[in-house]
């Protein structure tokens, strides 16, 4: 279904709805993403829980406006609450990967009362240091005038092409092709504002904040992701109520490369509720 808010259209897919009292799983797509990418996940994971995934701002279906002020952290958490004030009225067990997580994190901080509990994959909580922070704004900035420059395949073919995602060439090229399109359903606007926007060099970072989510927290990292792992075994601690596991033999994008293994790490969070 297709939400407005202010003007600006949201795609909203109810992946699977369960008449209990149950709060609803909120997928949260990575950066190039859509909700589609978890479709091959979702039927595995616990259906107990109704579930449901958003097109981020400048993503998939929904809309990408010319002003990156919508883009910003508060912004994309506004967006959110209002998407659940609005449809399912109920609390969330956000599922956030990557940049989605990062959202997911903003959203909890901001909006506490409406959140059950929390599932981040290879997340961070933004850059603290100023030197490296504005050293990943202007990487994030090149990034940006290579989509301005660039087609969207040539731009998805760069994406992929990131030492980040060297262990996604494993996968079949079938599967490398799917990616590979998806990615592709996207325009320059949205993509270029999200990083000048929401990059994790402009995100506020949130290590003092952190210690407010009261709420269970799962934090889901890929063994040979040896980044984002630090990151997370670092802030793990910072929770009150955080647990962190590693998918063997996965890197950053953990539900593509390992699903099986994320399902049963989620599915077994998900026994506590």
Known sequence: MIFELAGIKFNIEFFHTVENNKPFLLFLHGFTGSSDDWKPIVPHINQNFSSLGIDLIGHGKSSSPPDAEFYKAESIANQVSNIIDHTIKRKVIPVGYSMGG??????????PEMIAALILESTTHGIEDTRLREERIK?????AAFIETHSMEEFAEYWMDME?????????????KQLRLSRMNNNHTGLINTLRGFGTGTMPPMHDQLKSIQCKTLLITGELDTKFTNINSEIVELFPDAELKLIKNAGHNTHAEEPKKFVKTVNEFLEKF
């Open 102 to 111: 990062r959202a997911a994190l903003t959203f909890a901080v901001k909006y």
């Open 139 to 143: 990487r994030d900035e090149e990034i």
């Open 164 to 176: 980040i995602f060297n262990t996604q060439r494993r996968f079949s090229e079938d599967k490398r």
